[in-house]
């Protein structure tokens, strides 16, 4: 999918915004004693307040308005009765619809006081995000995403690359082509062209990468029980460069600290 009209560009930059706002007030609201389920309501109350609505729940029929996935628990956690506790790392993936456009995008808490470890691990996470985001130029390909995330989670240490899940072409809806690999050699895959709209969502373990999928058919977790990480964003690419979608500056602040160029004014 590519962004063709002022309406799409509108569309999904909407979109985009409702879910970090929905994130936002989900980092703000995770701490010791709260349950999943009561976390879940308060995603609900956001896209409700700005006329979105869940898009696991409508589209997959996910039983949540968010996925909820705590310690070695990878993605597609089910909200529930669990209680958050301190210590716990909490990864939250939203994904909403607006007028039939489509936003996604995932963070990783500690709640309190957690070991040098997770918070390295969070660290490594979500910085392969960006440079994932940073390498992707018109005219590059899809693997020189996955050639930055990979290359830049190797050389922090011996992480596990979630390798089943991977990011994905969005827009008129929350799964199109083409995937994004967090792993590969660059220069593979569909080229990289203007108003191509892609969730970069790397998943990275402390031990090995494999994972299962419990008898709910939805939650994955870690073989090993390994604690996880999750960070995604939505971007497009203008002819200036990336232009995140989901996050409130576009992305500007973390792609200029970088030296990347920024697709927006």
Known sequence: MSIETAGDWTGLQRIGRIVRLTLDALVRHARAGISTTELDEVARRVM?????????????GFPGAVLISVNDEVVHGIPGDRVIAEGDVVSIDCGAILEGWHGDAAITVAVGEVGPEALELMRVTEEAMWRGIAAARLGGRVTDISHAVESYV???????????????????AMHQPPSVPNYGRPGKGPK???GLAL??????????????????DWTVKSDDGSL???????????????????ALDGGKAKLTELGAPFGGS
Do not use: C, K
């Open 48 to 60: 409700r307040q700005y006329g979105a609505r869940s898009a696991p729940a409508l589209v997959y």
């Open 192 to 194: 990289l062209v203007r």
């Open 154 to 172: 190797r050389s922090q240490g011996d992480y596990g690359i979630v390798e089943d899940y991977v990011g994905h072409g969005i827009g008129t």
């Open 199 to 216: 969730a970069v969502e790397p998943m990275v373990v402390l031990g090995d990468h494999r994972t299962h999928v419990l008898d709910d």
């Open 228 to 246: 996880a990480a999750h960070f995604e964003n939505t971007f497009t690419l203008t002819p200036d460069g990336p232009w995140v979608l989901t």
